[in-house]
Structure formats: C-alpha cells, structure tokens
C-alpha cells in the first residue's frame, strides 16, 4: 500500500488545511493538517471528543470549507472549486455513510438507494436501477428491495446506507461512526461488509469511530489531538498486542485485558 507520499498515487491529499471558528473568541478545531490517503486504503481516525475528527471529515468531503490550506483530489484542488462545482464533485467522488442513515421512510430501499442519481436529473435509468439492485444484493438485502425503510432493522438499513453511498461507484467512503447506533453483533456485520467493498471495489474508506474493534483491525490509524495528527501508522507494521495496547486502553468501551481473547478478537 502506498501512503504518506512514498509512491506515485496520491487519491486524497490536505495541505496544511487548519479549521477556526468564530470571530471575536475563536476556537481552532484544525491546526494545520497534511494527510495523504491512496486508493483502495482502509484508514480509521480515531481520538477523543472533540479532537476534530468530523471537523476533518468534513472538510476532506467538501462539505465544509478549511478556514486556510487547500485539498486535494486527484491532483485537482477541491478547495478552489466554487459551491455548484463541489456539489457535483461530491456527487460523482464521494460516498458518505453516517451514524444515523438518514433514509427518507416513505421511500423504499431501492429508491432510497436511487436518490443520489436524481440529484442531479431527478430520474434515474434503468442502468443505475440495476446497479442499485445489485448493491442491495451485494449488501445482503435482495429480498428487502421493495420494503419501506421503516420496515427494516437498524442493521438493515446501515446497510441501505451503504449501498446508497456507493450507487454513483464513488472512489473514497467517509464514514463518521458508522456502527455508533448498532449493537456488537450488527457492527461486525457492518465492518465485515464495509472491509469486502474495500476489497472487491477497491473503494477507499475513511472512518471516524470510536470503537476499539473497528479500529484496531483497519490497515491505517490516524489519531488525532486538539486539531492535530498524534499519530499515524499502518497496523500492519505492528503486531496486534501493540495495536490494540495502542487504541484500547483511550478509546474502547469494553477493553480487554487477556491477550488472548485480544488476539481473537483481532482476528
């Protein structure tokens, strides 16, 4: 995997972006970060409330501005792009899962997965119907296409969720607490199917979490710090004691102190 500027391909990139808010008392939620992300990579951003993490992530997906410093995509500069020229770049780039999954309830999951291809034309061909079927198969959910949102689990819709963030064949996901409203069993199923997308796509993720599972088994850590990176490093360089040592101990809800059932948790 490349990252960090080590190779040739370069999917996302920030340059010195920092985030202030207010005028008269200001608050830095973002003091000067440079991060690279490569194509295919799974990376989670981890860090305590507050950190600026969905600061981050919203900036990296153009739906907030930096305050100073620019990103980033494909060597084409997002910040420079004015708001309709970002709407459509969010459209066509960037795929979005969030911890609630804001479907639209009289809608069913096929058309719930649909609404992103009428943004822009408000209708939808028969092409991206069949690629919003086969993302709901993908998802598991073949025999739930025309059931209503409200007629669905929480797991099940997260899941509609997902195939709707990847009807328009996006080339980065950006997750904010995609799993914070499931349960263990749901968000490994969650993470599970999120991991086989990386892989079978080679679609990018970008997940801020706060669950020491999800974090511990991604290819990348990005930890953050009053608006800063603490730390960034590929798990694989690691061996999992030292990982899990690493995100357990801040940020997990239910930590483990057998290294045993660690490692068979990291499995």
Not at 81 to 100: K, P, S, T, V
Not at 183 to 198: A, G, H, K, P
Request: proline share 3%; aromatic share 8%.
């Amino acid at each position: 995997m490349l990252r960090l500027g080590e190779g040739e391909i370069v999917l996302l990139e920030t340059r010195g972006i920092t985030k202030v808010y207010g005028t008269v008392f200001k608050t830095t939620a973002l003091g000067g970060i440079d991060l690279n992300f490569d194509p295919g990579e799974f990376a989670s951003i981890i860090g305590y409330s507050g950190s600026g993490k969905t600061t981050l992530l919203n900036i990296l997906g153009a739906l907030d501005r930096p305050t100073d410093g620019s990103v980033w995509f494909n060597n084409v500069e997002v910040t420079a792009m004015n708001d309709r020229e970002l709407a459509e770049f969010r459209n066509r780039n960037i795929g979005f899962i969030f911890q609630f999954h804001h479907l639209l309830p009289e809608f069913t999951a096929l058309e719930n997965v649909l609404i992103p291809t009428w943004i822009k034309t408000h209708s939808s061909t028969r092409q991206k119907e069949e690629r919003a079927r086969e993302l709901l198969e993908l998802v598991g959910l073949k025999e739930r296409i025309n059931n209503k949102a409200t007629d669905l689990s929480g797991g099940q819709q997260q899941r509609v969720a997902i195939a709707r963030s990847l009807i328009n064949e996006p080339a980065i996901i950006l997750a904010d607490e995609p799993t914070g409203n499931l349960d263990s069993e749901t968000t490994e199923q969650v993470y599970e199917l999120m991991r086989e997308i990386n892989a079978r796509l080679n679609t990018a993720f970008i997940v801020v979490t706060h669950n020491d599972h999800i974090a511990a088994k991604s290819d990348r850590i990005v930890e953050m710090k009053d608006g800063m990176i603490l730390k960034d490093y590929l798990t694989g360089e690691r061996s999992k004691d030292d990982v899990w040592q690493d995100v357990a101990p801040k940020y997990c809800r239910h930590c483990y102190k057998d290294s045993d059932e660690v490692n068979n948790q990291l499995l």
